[in-house]
């Protein structure tokens, strides 16, 4: 059987895999897109938490963070349609309204 | 032969995350998150949690990525052209930024090694869609229901924010 460390590993590799993607990419659906890719990366590291100590409440944990990620996809989505219509465009370097 | 399943789902999960922040069409990004939505839900199977598997798919691959699809037909959101075209100190810095965050982890992983177990065998009845029911609707009944309240308050903020007008004129430059 593989132990944990492998999928902790992964995990952690995934999650700075989106912290990359957070910082050099441009365009906001992107930015949103690695997101849910880091918010996956740690759902991995508590389900094999979970199965490795063979608690159930890891699992439970990852439910909830689905139902957040989820609910925080639809109001994202919904900000990023609004910053469209406002200036046609999803690039942050154009969104600059709260920036000095 | 876990082993290999393993491998190939790690390395499946790798690629398609890399290849989901390189490629400059934000369509193919989607899809390979999906992709990436998949081999995860292939690892929740070896760890032996089939209803998070199942929900992984059905919620993540099915509704989030449908509608990250959808507002980007929606959009009709230009491919980036200067993606990696010239060296930027920007995306050195990201770079570095990224890897010394990983490294972080890694090193303070590694200092744990030996002391973590191997799967545990009651994991077997643990992961199923009868176990985790059992727990949530005993124990964790108050949160799953304010997780339905979460749930409403996030459609209806989304209704709100998405269909108001936005006054004309009110550029901001």
Known sequence: MISIDWFLALSALLFCIGIIGVLIRKNAIVIFMCVELMLNAVNLSLISFSSHYGNIDGQILVFFALAVAAAEAVVGLAIIIAIFRNNLSVDINKVNLMRW | ?173
């Open chain 2, 1 to 173: 032969m876990i082993t290999y399943f393993f491998v190939f789902l790690a390395v499946l999960a790798v690629a398609s995350a890399l290849a989901m922040v390189i490629s400059k069409n934000t369509v193919n990004s989607a899809l390979f998150l999906v992709l990436n939505m998949l081999s995860l839900a292939g690892l929740f199977l070896l760890l032996k949690a089939q209803f998070l598997a199942v929900i992984q798919i059905l919620v993540y691959a099915g509704a989030i990525m449908v509608l990250f699809l959808f507002v980007i037909m929606l959009l009709n959101v230009q491919d980036e052209e200067s993606l990696f075209n010239k060296f930027r100190l920007k995306y050195f810095v990201a770079f570095l930024l990224g890897v010394g965050v990983f490294s972080q982890i890694i090193y303070s992983l590694g200092s744990f090694t030996d002391t973590l177990p191997t799967v545990s065998s009651d994991m077997a009845y643990v992961g199923t869609v009868e176990a985790v029911g059992d727990v949530m609707f005993t124990e964790y009944l108050l949160p799953f229901e304010l997780t339905a309240i979460l749930l409403t308050a996030a459609v209806v903020g989304a209704l709100i924010v998405a269909q108001h007008k936005i006054k004309s004129g009110a550029t901001n430059d």
